[in-house]
């Protein structure tokens, strides 16, 4: 018989994308199904960024881009993150990778040997045990509290740390939660890192440019006194809407990325030159990125209030990303019923909390959809929460 490998075999598959797909067989069945499942900006990619593309395809630059990615790509990013983030990076230390996903997967692959330890965030997004796991490691949840608003505490983390773990993994503006991390969470990472000297940290930052108003997200790539163990990690796919494109990057010291590089030439070889190009000019949309931020804020807004006003349904106001992180008072109902309660009786899709690896009876929901659909996803839900007996 065929013997797999048993860290691949023992994943489980990824929640969020079998929502997703569920959600347009549904929607394909019966057009009033609302789906809110998936991480996808409904905005097209900016046409300049497309314009890039077909200049470049049509110029023939269709070949082979050997290196971590163009010189000017990785320059630019290094612009970016030093004028946007405070970062100290150079482009020596930054690699283009496949779609941030890929990203985190190199970075943990490159830092774990079999056994070795890696501490996450719960809630926490959905792929980081299954990356962990599939490059040997043991995921190690930190859960953070509702009732404190997640915050991070020293305390929390030095529970979990051992002479076994090697990194760990952070993700703001946080999905599912809609967290951005403050600068007195920040200096508690600070503080963690200078105790464990040998710890890494990668901190995910996709939704970096998605923060609302009166918020701001801190790099920790920031710190000076920690930079050197920091891999910062974005990419092009919420900010941009260029999900399909499959473009991140990671950022570190030189040191560390010449070891990630050995991997990635043997696994990806390159991101595609055209796609490489237009991202340059991506990370120059600054007008469009923020049109998108601005819509997103009215679009939350909208949404949370509405669900705020309805009997039986909680949710804090998200300060970045584009989740709505929703706790429903469903007498004997867990994330998982909840979710199946809301999906036959509202016809909304949604992810139950346990995906993300805590329960609290709550279900995340995705507002980077329509006004409309969420307008309508709102009397839905209200029909279906005013037949609920209390």
Same mark, same amino acid.
């Given at each position: ?41 409904? #905005?097209? @990619?900016?046409?300049? +960024? ?6 470049? =395809?049509?110029? !023939? ?15 630019? +990013? ?14 020596? /230390? ?15 692959? @490159?830092?774990?040997?079999?056994? %070795? ?20 490691? *043991?995921?190690?949840? =930190?859960?953070?509290?509702?009732? %404190?608003?997640?915050?991070? &505490? ?10 076994? &773990? ?54 920790? !790539? ?13 990419? #092009?796919? *919420?900010?941009?809407?260029? @999900?399909?494109?499959?473009? /991140? ?5 030189? $040191?560390? *990325? ?5 991997? #990635?030439?043997?696994?990806? &070889? ?6 490489? *190009? ?10 469009? +990125? ?23 349904? $909680? ?12 706790? #429903?008072?469903?007498?004997?109902? %867990? ?14 899709? !949604? ?6 690896? @805590? ?28 037949? +609920?007996?209390?």
């Amino acid at each position: 018989m065929l013997q797999f490998n048993q860290e691949i075999l023992g994943l489980q598959p990824s929640k969020s994308m079998t929502f997703m797909a569920k959600a347009r067989q549904l929607q394909a069945a019966d057009p009033e199904v609302v789906n809110l499942s998936g991480g996808e900006p409904d #905005f097209d @990619t900016p046409q300049k +960024i497309r314009e890039e593309l077909y200049r470049q =395809v049509a110029a !023939g630059y269709t070949h082979y881009t050997v290196g971590a990615g163009l010189p000017e790509l990785r320059a630019r +990013i290094v612009k970016k993150l030093k004028e946007e983030n405070g970062c100290d990076y150079s482009p020596e /230390g930054v690699v283009v990778t496949p779609g941030g996903k890929f990203a985190v997967y190199l970075a943990v692959r @490159t830092f774990v040997n079999a056994g %070795d330890e890696v501490m996450y965030l719960e809630p926490a997004w959905v792929s980081y045990p299954s990356i962990i796991e599939a490059s040997g490691g *043991k995921p190690v949840p =930190v859960r953070l509290s509702r009732k %404190d608003n997640y915050r991070i &505490t020293l305390e929390q983390l030095e529970q979990f740390v051992t002479d076994r &773990t090697k990194m760990l993994i952070i993700n703001y503006p946080n999905n599912p939660t809609g967290r951005t991390l403050t600068r007195s969470e920040a200096d508690v990472l600070e503080q963690f890192l200078l105790r464990h000297p040998n710890l890494a940290l990668l901190a995910d930052e996709i939704y970096e440019r998605i923060t609302y108003t009166g918020h701001e997200n801190v790099s920790m !790539g920031s710190y000076p006194s920690v930079a050197d163990r920091v891999i910062t990690m974005n990419g #092009f796919s *919420k900010s941009v809407a260029m @999900t399909g494109w499959r473009i /991140g990057y990671l950022a570190t010291t030189p $040191e560390i *990325k010449a070891v990630m590089y050995k991997l #990635f030439q043997h696994t990806v &070889t390159c991101v595609s030159g055209f796609i490489q *190009k237009a991202a340059v000019v991506a990370l120059d949309c600054t007008e469009e +990125i923020e049109e998108m931020r601005q819509s997103y804020e009215r679009r939350r807004d909208l949404f949370v209030n509405g669900l705020n006003a309805i009997e039986g349904v $909680e949710c804090s106001i998200p300060e970045g990303a584009f989740y709505a992180w929703v706790k #429903f008072d469903i007498p004997g109902m %867990d994330s998982e019923g909840v979710c199946d309660y809301i999906l036959k009786n509202a016809k909304v899709v !949604g992810v139950p909390g346990v995906a993300y690896g @805590t329960d609290d009876s709550c279900v995340r929901f995705s507002f980077a959809a329509s006004e409309e659909d969420l307008k309508r996803a709102l009397t839905q839900i209200r029909a279906a929460m005013s037949r +609920i007996q209390r």
